[in-house]
């Protein structure tokens, strides 16, 4: 069953241009106020028409959450696209942190509801978007896996955590990111914390040995 968004009888150049507008405005409004806190009238409100005038465009609210939600997705997996396949794995690490970084700035309010409102997504909806979530997740985690493979990080690396740890810093970056910030600058910081200290072979445990006690 296919879940491409409605299009209802629009015609004219001006009924792309207006269903992008509510798209935006959903998306803002969603990262502001949360999905199930944002109406339709709200939605009416912020575009300047009736609440009927909407049904022109959309079926229900839940359509823009759709719409937002891939947006999101097409966004984050354009951005690893870009990462080149010729550097080495450490190399496509900081360029993945600096992509989906620069993702999250530039579409603050896509990213948001990308990282938090997915959730409220339903049926085959849902299933396609948390598909399409762990599609983009384990594309980051196969540069961990390529540099544990070819000796550029430890060698009993768990790159499931490490992919994790690195997506959780910086999915949510969404709640503190400053417009004036440098997202390439912050990824190479979030890089040199994460990647040092996997980096090089892994060390066998030092089981460290008491001392005898002194009965004496």
């Not at 465009?57 to 696209?81: C, P, Q």
């Not at 942190?97 to 948001?112: F, G």
């Not at 997504?121 to 299933?127: A, P, T």
């Amino acid at each position: 069953m296919s879940h491409e968004l409605p299009h209802r009888q629009e015609t004219g150049p001006e009924r792309p241009t207006r269903r992008n507008e509510l798209t935006r405005q959903a998306a803002r409004l969603f990262a502001e106020k949360g999905y199930h806190g944002t109406s339709i009238g709200d939605l009416a409100e912020a575009m300047g028409v009736q609440k009927g005038s909407l049904y022109a465009h959309i079926e229900s609210k839940a359509d823009l959450l759709w719409e937002v939600a891939r947006e999101g997705a097409a966004a984050f997996h354009a951005a690893l696209d870009a990462v080149p396949d010729d550097v080495p794995a450490t190399e496509k690490i900081r360029l993945a942190l600096r992509a989906h970084l620069r993702v999250v700035a530039e579409q603050l309010d896509v990213a948001t509801v990308f990282v938090r409102e997915w959730r409220y997504l339903d049926g085959e909806r849902r299933e396609q978007f948390v598909a399409e979530r762990r599609r983009y997740e384990e594309r980051f985690r196969a540069f961990f896996r390529e540099g544990r493979e070819l000796g550029g990080l430890r060698t009993d690396l768990d790159d499931a955590t490490a992919t994790l740890l690195a997506l959780s810093a910086a999915n949510w970056a969404y709640t503190w990111l400053r417009p004036e910030t440098d997202t390439d600058e912050l990824a190479d910081r979030f890089y040199g914390l994460l990647v040092d200290g996997i980096r090089g072979y892994a060390t066998p445990p030092v089981h460290t040995m008491r001392a005898p006690r002194n009965r004496s």
